[in-house]
């Protein structure tokens, strides 16, 4: 059973702060990863993907990926009350649907 | 450019009865999905087309949920009877080629509240 695991938190900082969000996914095969944002009765929308070890930033977002260690984070700078939401983290191989896992919820409180 | 299209929005229904959702995804998108995202969780997949044929059903519960794509396009999921633990928003999502999930559009999902 391929598995996306994440802290359902919810995880609390104030504005302006570095919020941290971390996943770990089981399926070693898996090649492609994001980050999805989901406001409360709202569709999930992507915000990061991340296919290589590293860091990627976009914005205040940074994807940041360590196949080895099977572990993904998000990390966001500058945190907005507007940034609260569940982050859901998502991963698949090539040609296969996405994995989600159970989402963090983030309070960002001004 | 148009989104993916979902209804309805809501239904309640009692537990035993039957339902169907509709979902009409972006145009030339050749792959479309269900997931149920029961609240507190994240998307589950129930099913995956390729065009009109099936590529993953292997969560899909077979013996009460039921979905087809006809002509490669429109989607219906059903589920009948329905249970209470089937309370949940059922997603649609699509894309232009499979797994391209940078590509992946979500609709505004179906609430469903089963008593």
């Known amino acids: 059973q391929k598995e996306v695991e994440q802290n359902s938190g919810p995880l609390s900082v104030p504005e302006g702060a570095i919020a941290s969000l971390n996943c770990t996914y089981s399926?070693?095969?898996?090649?492609?990863f994001f980050w999805y944002r989901q406001y409360s009765g709202k569709s999930p929308e992507l915000i990061m993907s991340?296919?290589?070890?590293g860091d990627k930033e976009d914005g205040r977002f940074t994807a940041q990926l360590n196949k080895a260690s099977q572990y993904v984070s998000l990390l966001i700078r500058d945190s907005q009350p507007s940034d609260s939401a569940t982050y859901l983290c998502a991963v698949n191989q090539a040609g296969t649907a996405l994995i989600f896992g159970k989402g963090t919820t983030l309070s960002v409180s001004s | 450019e148009a989104g993916v299209a979902q209804s309805p929005r809501y239904k309640i229904i009692e537990k035993r009865q039957s339902v169907a959702f509709w979902c009409n995804p972006i145009?030339?998108?050749?792959?479309l999905y269900w997931y149920q995202q029961i609240l507190g969780q994240g998307p589950k997949l129930l099913i995956q087309f390729q065009n009109n044929g099936v590529v993953d059903d292997s969560q899909l519960p077979k013996d009460r949920f039921s979905a087809e794509r006809l002509k490669g396009v429109d989607s219906t999921l059903k589920i009948q009877p329905a249970k209470l633990e089937d309370s949940a928003v059922y997603l649609c999502?699509?894309?232009?080629?499979?797994?391209?999930?940078?590509?992946?559009?979500f609709g505004s999902g179906t609430q469903l509240s089963v008593l």
């Open positions: 999502a699509s894309s232009l080629v499979t797994g391209t999930a940078d590509k992946l559009f």
């Open positions: 145009s030339g998108h050749a792959t």
């Open positions: 399926d070693r095969g898996s090649q492609s």
């Open positions: 991340i296919y290589s070890n």
